[in-house]
């Protein structure tokens, strides 16, 4: 079986409430919401994988981030990406940090691909995608721009997978590695 998987920074409780509250005022665009236990933060996307190479994908990742210590994650604005012009998405955008590129990059690696030549590594956690049909029909223009100065402590980054079920897709934690 092939499952869809990628690597992922979970966010404390507390934050994914705080970011749900603030969405919660902008019901009336056409933005479909991430449900609270969906919000992230990628790290990288490894695409439809065979249950088989998860456990070699899982010592991989361990020895990437062997020596790998925990840092701060820092975000600041609520805003459409990627382009603000033409978005897809409502992103928390934040600041990359040399501790936060050196693991991009160390995941990157490890799993087979260096990430910054992949694309430009812009660090945010999506909050909504936009329903680009109704937002043409309805001709609202998304206008967010909110401060949301947060920053949490990175002990660990999980491995997980995207699984589909009656209620729409599901994130299950297959690995957690710490940093130490």
């Known amino acids: 079986m092939k499952r869809k998987l990628f690597v992922a920074i979970n966010l404390p409780e507390d934050i994914k409430r705080s970011l749900v509250k603030k969405t919660n005022r902008w019901t009336d665009l056409p933005v479909r919401w991430a449900r609270q236990e969906k919000l992230h933060f990628t790290l990288a996307f490894l695409g439809y994988i065979d249950d088989q190479k998860i456990p070699e994908i899982i010592e991989t990742l361990r020895e990437a981030v062997d020596q790998n210590g925990s840092f701060e994650l820092n975000f600041d604005t609520i805003?459409?990406?990627?382009?603000?012009?033409?978005p897809k998405m409502i992103w928390l955008t934040g600041s990359t940090s040399p501790e936060l590129v050196?693991?991009?990059?160390?995941?990157?690696?490890a799993i087979?691909?260096?990430?910054?030549?992949?694309?430009?590594?812009?660090?945010?956690?999506?909050?909504?995608?936009?329903?680009?049909?109704?937002?043409?029909?309805?001709?609202?223009?998304?206008?967010?721009?909110?401060?949301?100065?947060?920053?949490?402590?990175?002990?660990?980054?999980?491995?997980?997978?995207?699984?589909?079920?009656?209620?729409?897709?599901?994130?299950?934690?297959?690995?957690s590695l710490k940093l130490e």
């Open 79 to 86: 805003q459409p990406g990627p382009d603000r012009l033409d």
């Open 102 to 109: 050196n693991l991009h990059e160390k995941v990157g690696r």
């Open 112 to 175: 087979g691909f260096l990430v910054r030549n992949h694309k430009r590594f812009r660090p945010h956690i999506t909050l909504g995608k936009v329903r680009r049909k109704l937002l043409a029909e309805q001709n609202i223009p998304i206008e967010i721009k909110q401060p949301f100065p947060v920053s949490f402590p990175v002990y660990s980054i999980e491995l997980m997978s995207s699984e589909l079920s009656e209620e729409g897709s599901e994130y299950l934690i297959l690995e």
